[in-house]
């Protein structure tokens, strides 16, 4: 697992969406500052979710019998609904307010396809290219 990687993509995938959606409700160029400083709780949040909640399922689990792939179709259904549920509850009381219905969509978006992340197997080519 390349957990380095994989929280850098997150992030920048939680960032985009986060923005893209408070972008529509009122942005103004002097916002461009918050936005870079802004990665920074992005990307702790991006951490903690990733290390607390999505790596130890892998950790656990996976092993010489059980793959990646196995633990990936076993554990993402039921931790996508989890999440899903829970991002849904969230926006339902958020009132309307951009903010938090920015941030649960982007939590919801990010950890899912984090998962896919971790669940790709890399094919002997893609291994091969990278160690050269």
Do not use: R
């Amino acid at each position: 697992m390349h957990i380095p990687h994989n929280i850098a993509k997150s992030s920048l995938l939680a960032g985009s969406i986060f923005w893209t959606i408070l972008a529509t409700d009122n942005f103004n160029w002097g916002m461009i500052p918050v936005v870079f400083l802004s990665f920074i709780p992005i990307f702790i949040c991006c951490s903690l979710v990733i290390l607390v909640t999505i790596c130890p399922i892998f950790w656990l689990l996976e092993s010489e019998h059980y793959s990646k792939q196995k633990v990936f179709k076993t554990c993402f259904p039921i931790y996508t609904i989890i999440t899903f549920s829970l991002c849904c509850y969230g926006i339902y009381h958020a009132f309307s307010e951009v903010y938090m219905i920015g941030f649960y969509v982007s939590a919801y978006i990010t950890t899912a396809q984090s998962w896919v992340w971790f669940g790709k197997e890399k094919s002997p080519i893609t291994l091969a290219i990278t160690t050269l």
